[in-house]
């Protein structure tokens, strides 16, 4: 079959099983999504979740599947970016290419994000509270960029539900446009995808959390950058957060460091796993 | 010219702010708690005769704050701030005191406004 990519560098193989279960759990996601927003309203966010989970006839599946699948969708092209970081894979792409793959995962991961925001039970409405805390303490541009992605204390959740939706749309169709091919993705053989993540929100419950007492956990992924805030500033944070994405691009401008920003990725990645090891720990 | 319109757009937010909620707790629902109320955006702590009221806001980064009984804390779910009942702070990445919420307490009950 003819990929239309060279899939193999020196390094190997990559792991497509990896990027195509990433690729139909973002279509799964999306459209279940588009089912969801029916009955979603932001001035009534958490009414509007009940509703969906009691009334809504298959409400239940189709939110635990859109949740499932945005999960799977971020985890794989997480593992995805790394495998090609491995096998050096963006050595056969443009700088413009890498550039927009690695935006990709930043866009998916806001959108899974602002996911945890828009339950609105007392996960999101904490998250929410503190990602907007966070961007202010940004010097100079905080105020501004609080405003146009965020704003939830002053306009609800308007902002986020808007940029939900907008940046979904626009990551498939920057995916589909510019890296995957259609007529491949949507060939009979790649439907085994499809058929095994359907099933799995049927065994599995993923709960609201209304009400976490003393102790509150929020979104999995920011666990980690929860932990930190108990010891460092905001802003220090904030823009630890962001230096992946520097790291990430790096590769592709500093091909020959290949080795030295590998050790930086590693470095990041163990520091922190290290403190979400250490959120569960104490 | 375009800096100019720096200013202008940065104030034109503040046309979106929303307007104070006003919250009223009469003598009855006054009388009614005991040492500690948390209210959605407030908590409300009665010492004797004296009240203090403040934003159920945390300083650090704005989680909602909850009251463990046992220590006779307030405590910050998410970072693990503490504070005192008269709001002083106790230890935790907030490193202020909470903020306090004006209110007036007359016959009728307490009124406040969070802005």
């Not at chain 1, 907008?166 to 510019?178: D, E, K, P, Q, V």
């Not at chain 2, 908590?43 to 704005?62: A, D, E, M, N, T």
Request: proline share 5%; glycine share 6%; net charge positive.
């Amino acid at each position: 079959m003819k990929e239309g990519f060279p899939l193999r560098s020196p390094e190997g193989f990559i792991i497509l099983p990896l990027a195509w279960l990433s690729a139909s759990s973002l279509v799964i996601s999306v459209f279940s999504g588009i089912f969801l927003s029916f009955h979603y309203f932001y001035y009534q966010p958490l009414e509007s979740l009940l509703k969906i989970i009691t009334f809504v006839p298959s409400g239940k599946y189709l939110r635990s599947l859109h949740y499932f699948s945005s999960q799977v969708a971020l985890i794989t092209l997480f593992l995805h970016l790394l495998d090609s970081i491995y096998k050096k894979f963006y050595l056969l792409k443009g700088k413009i290419s890498w550039f927009f793959l690695v935006f990709s995962f930043f866009i998916l991961l806001f959108i899974t994000f602002t996911g945890y925001i828009l339950r609105a039970d007392e996960t999101g409405v904490l998250a929410g509270n503190i990602v907007e805390n966070m961007i202010l303490t940004l010097p100079i541009l905080g105020n501004s960029l609080n405003k146009v992605f965020f704003a939830i204390n002053e306009a609800g959740l308007i902002k986020v539900y808007h940029w939900h939706l907008f940046l979904s749309f626009f990551l498939i169709a920057g995916i589909f446009l510019f890296h995957i091919r259609i007529k491949i993705f949507f060939s009979w053989n790649r439907t085994m995808y499809f058929w095994t993540l359907l099933p799995i929100p049927f065994f599995f419950e993923f709960s609201l959390k209304p009400f976490q007492g003393l102790s509150a956990r929020g979104p999995w992924f920011f666990v980690g950058a929860q932990e930190m805030l108990k010891f460092f500033h905001p802003l220090w944070v904030f823009l630890w957060l962001l230096s992946i994405f520097v790291i990430f691009l790096s590769f592709v401008f500093f091909p020959k460091r290949h080795k030295v920003l590998s050790g930086f990725l590693i470095l990041y990645l163990f520091i922190y796993f290290g403190f979400t090891f250490f959120f569960f720990l104490f | 010219m375009g800096f100019l319109s720096v200013p202008f757009f940065k104030n034109l937010s503040f046309l979106s702010k929303p307007a104070p909620k006003k919250i009223f707790l009469s003598k009855d629902e006054l009388s009614k708690i005991k040492e500690i109320h948390l209210g959605e955006d407030f908590i409300l702590v009665k010492k004797g005769q004296r009240y203090f009221v403040f934003s159920r806001r945390c300083p650090h980064l704005g989680c909602n704050l909850n009251y463990d009984p046992e220590k006779e804390w307030i405590v910050c779910p998410c970072h693990k701030s503490k504070f005192t009942l008269t709001g002083e702070y106790i230890e935790g990445p907030a490193k202020r005191d909470l903020k306090p919420l004006p209110f007036e307490l007359n016959e009728r009950g307490l009124s406040l406004e969070i802005s």
